[in-house]
């Protein structure tokens, strides 16, 4: 019995208080209320994370075209960079939205849709402006963040300033960036003007720096929960196995970038969590998360983690997952759907961490932990 039909059998009970059951109905339905309206959420970022916002773009960087969404509930492809949900559409069924938040630039996204949240992310995207060249007109981090300015301003247009301020103080965000800046630029070509410009270490440490404005602009445009991923271990992706695989197994190279990277992330957000005296910034070691089922496959269900489902060549991971690729025939049993990014049962793996992994995975703490104590707020 919901407390709901508890209050209305109470008051039908002839012996009971009449005042207390309307008090206690009042209080139900606003716990309903409350429950039903889930807090906003914001997405910004990379392929890992864009909804489908390149469909509106011409570049090259999209996965608007079959087999991409196969495994989606339309089983149509929608722009996400998986056979079926991504990250964002697993977190915010989480945090309790009916509807993930839509692309930002969807025709769709208007009146109280705005009010979900809207997903910024495009793929092929990096911290720098000049990660992802090649794929000319994406949506980079600076205009992301100005078209979260946009946002805002369309929508107190809708609900005024001060409901929307709060709307943005009070939603989550989900940040996915940085590995394009060594696979899509650092890493590109043998010899990119950015390694002879900086040693790797070098490197982390302006990317890091830059990623730190990035995130102040964010704090600043009213951001107070902030999911921050690192990279995953961009040696170990079938792209990677592929063309620069060491002796059959992981790039060292990648994995060495990664392994600066990912430390450095953790504790710049640790930084600035104590200038601003709270833990706006929630660090999401992506790297761990992945090495758990790239190490151990089959103890997460996984025949492979090696071999994309979708691709061509060694390890089907050169070029794009087309119409014209290599598809695995058990999707489920693929840790990596394409070359690059994890299947919809190894994102549903890593979101299983955001939500309850130890400080080890999540910090300093996990989204389940986060939810509870802005419930008590
Ligand atoms: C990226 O480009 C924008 C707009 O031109 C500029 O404001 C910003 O400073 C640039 N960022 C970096 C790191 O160069
Ligand atoms: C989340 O993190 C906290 C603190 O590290 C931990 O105690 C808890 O077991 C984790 N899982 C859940 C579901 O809260």
């Not at 001060?162 to 590995?179: I, P, S, Y």
Request: net charge positive; with cysteine.
């Amino acid at each position: 019995m919901s407390g709901f039909q508890k209050i209305l059998s109470m008051a039908t009970s002839s012996h009971f208080n009449i005042s207390r059951v309307i008090l206690g109905l009042v209080l139900a339905l606003g716990a309903v209320a409350s429950r039903a309206e889930a807090r906003a959420f914001f997405v910004f970022g990379d392929s890992l994370v864009d909804s489908g916002n390149n469909n509106y773009l011409a570049t090259a960087a999209r996965a608007d075209a079959a087999p991409y969404g196969i495994d989606y509930p339309t089983h149509q492809p929608t722009g996400r960079f998986s056979n079926g949900l991504n990250i964002p559409d697993i977190i915010s069924a989480q945090i309790g939205q009916p509807q993930p938040p839509l692309p930002y630039l969807s025709p769709e996204l208007n009146g109280q849709k705005l009010l979900v949240g809207a997903n910024f992310a495009s793929a092929g995207i990096g911290i720098l402006n000049d990660t992802g060249i090649q794929f000319l007109n994406i949506i980079r981090m600076f205009t992301q963040l100005d078209y979260f300015e946009e946002y805002q301003r369309r929508v107190s247009a809708l609900i005024g300033a001060q409901k929307t301020l709060q709307l943005v103080n009070q939603a989550l965000v989900l940040v996915t960036v940085g590995g394009n800046d060594f696979v899509n630029n650092y890493y590109l070509v043998p010899v990119s003007a950015r390694s002879l410009q900086f040693q790797l270490p070098d490197y982390v440490k302006y990317l890091i720096s830059e990623y730190r404005k990035l995130l102040m602009r964010l704090y600043k445009l009213g951001a107070r929960r902030v999911l921050v991923t690192g990279t995953g271990p961009m040696g170990c992706v079938p792209a990677e196995l592929a063309t620069r695989g060491t002796n059959g197994g992981c790039s060292a190279e990648l994995q060495r970038a990664a392994a600066l990277y990912n430390p450095q992330l953790v504790q710049m957000l640790q930084e600035v969590n104590s200038k601003i005296g709270k833990n706006v910034f929630i660090g999401a070691n992506t790297q761990l998360m992945h090495m758990d089922f790239i190490s151990d496959p089959q103890a997460y269900g996984f025949k492979t983690s090696k071999i994309a489902c979708c691709g061509q060549g060694p390890n089907n991971g050169l070029g794009l997952c087309t119409e014209l690729s290599n598809l695995c025939r058990d999707r489920k049993q693929y840790a990596f759907w394409d070359n690059f990014h994890p299947s919809e049962n190894a994102v549903k793996i890593i979101v299983r961490q955001i939500m309850t992994g130890s400080t080890k995975y999540m910090n300093p703490m996990n989204l389940s932990s986060i939810i509870a104590l802005d419930s008590m707020a």
